[in-house]
């Protein structure tokens, strides 16, 4: 223990035991699965992440070593710690430079959003380097001001290798890109029986990895139009499922995004429809419609379908106003006679 923490502070990392866990230490080889809480906090105390907080749900942050995490001192700190343990790590800004695009990515899975989301095409030290912002005024400044943080750890469970399935986003990428139809494929079973949830889980899980494998590549080369063609199937599938779970506002995003890019996608502009006559914006809702019937006539009945729903939903609404606003006038003139008796 005592020779950990020497080489630990000789790295500009200090390390205190808060509950010592149990067994023996691990040998932690490459391919050592490990699921962990973790806490981030600036030297101050102010909380910048927790991943039993994250999107509120409580859920585990896992990581398999020697696969190149873009935090490296995770897991350095990780590999001196027993299961169960939970410690606390004040690590210095060498190790922590890189955290604001780390906390960005996570906050973005956490969301249910594309964990590249905000980031630009370039290095990992490039965004160390870069001021555009990220979207939270704590990254920023943490971005624009790099200075030491403190990580309070909790090492739930540590699967050795070959004990567990290699999930996507630890795999090489020739093994990403051949598991990518078959996850296509699972959602799709999944959609099919129902489990609306789980389905949008597959179709994310391939979406962000495609969209990792895109990130090396130069935009608008063949191989970045190459991801991009695959993700928009996955893309539409997900906007589905999110439409069936009432995400509207989500899929307003997606298809605007697919449709900025390709504007001759009749999905994508069906979907985007669909959600504007959720959320109320019918001006939008009917020049999506009609802009599905343009590229593809043979829809016709479908759009018209969708058209009249949304105007029996208006109807709907604008009646049940009416119904309110005359109730709230007849207590209002009631009340308003018993003050001039009384």
């Keep these: 223990m005592e020779e950990i923490a020497i080489k630990l502070e000789a790295d500009g990392i200090i390390k205190k035991d808060i509950s010592p866990g149990k067994g023996e230490f691990s040998p932690f080889p490459d391919g050592t699965k490990v699921k962990f809480h973790f806490r981030t906090s600036l030297c101050d105390g102010t909380v910048l992440d927790d991943s039993r907080t994250m999107g509120g749900r409580c859920k585990p942050?896992?990581?398999?070593?020697?696969?190149?995490?873009?935090?490296?001192?995770?897991?350095?700190?990780?590999?001196?710690?027993?299961?169960?343990?939970?410690?606390?790590?004040?690590?210095?800004?060498?190790?922590?430079?890189?955290?604001?695009?780390?906390?960005?990515?996570?906050?973005?899975?956490?969301?249910?959003?594309?964990?590249?989301?905000?980031?630009?095409?370039?290095?990992?030290i490039a965004q160390v380097h870069s001021h555009h912002s990220m979207g939270y005024p704590d990254l920023d400044k943490l971005q624009t001001n790099p200075q030491p943080l403190f990580f309070t750890l909790e090492l739930l469970q540590i699967l050795p290798p070959g004990s567990f399935q290699m999930e996507i986003w630890a795999m090489t990428d020739e093994e990403k890109l051949g598991a990518i139809p078959q996850i296509h494929e699972e959602g799709n079973s999944l959609f099919k029986s129902g489990d609306i949830a789980a389905a949008a889980e597959k179709y994310y899980s391939a979406i962000a990895c495609l969209k990792n494998l895109q990130m090396k590549e130069r935009p608008g080369d063949e191989s970045?139009?190459?991801?991009?063609?695959?993700?928009?199937?996955?893309?539409?599938?997900?906007?589905?499922?999110?439409?069936?779970q009432g995400q509207y506002y989500e899929i307003l995003d997606h298809c605007s995004s697919?449709?900025?890019?390709?504007?001759?996608?009749?999905?994508?502009?069906?979907?985007?429809?669909?959600?504007?006559?959720?959320?109320?914006?019918?001006?939008?809702?009917?020049?999506?419609?009609?802009?599905?019937?343009?590229?593809?006539?043979?829809?016709?009945?479908?759009?018209?379908?969708?058209?009249?729903?949304?105007?029996?939903?208006?109807?709907?609404?604008?009646?049940?106003?009416?119904?309110?606003?005359?109730?709230?006038?007849?207590?209002?003139?009631?009340?308003?006679?018993?003050?001039?008796?009384?």
């Design 61 to 124: 942050m896992e990581l398999i070593l020697g696969k190149k995490f873009k935090l490296p001192v995770w897991e350095q700190v990780l590999t001196t710690m027993r299961e169960g343990e939970v410690a606390d790590f004040t690590c210095d800004v060498k190790h922590t430079a890189i955290y604001p695009s780390v906390s960005l990515s996570l906050r973005n899975i956490s969301k249910g959003k594309d964990p590249l989301d905000g980031q630009r095409h370039c290095c990992g």
């Design 224 to 244: 970045w139009i190459k991801f991009d063609h695959m993700i928009t199937p996955l893309l539409l599938n997900y906007c589905q499922c999110k439409y069936l």
């Design 258 to 342: 697919i449709i900025n890019k390709y504007d001759d996608n009749v999905k994508a502009y069906f979907k985007r429809g669909k959600a504007h006559a959720a959320v109320w914006n019918e001006a939008e809702a009917r020049a999506d419609f009609a802009r599905v019937v343009e590229l593809d006539p043979t829809l016709e009945s479908s759009v018209t379908k969708e058209v009249r729903a949304m105007e029996e939903r208006i109807r709907k609404k604008e009646k049940e106003e009416k119904g309110r606003y005359k109730n709230l006038f007849t207590y209002s003139g009631k009340a308003s006679a018993a003050a001039t008796t009384g």
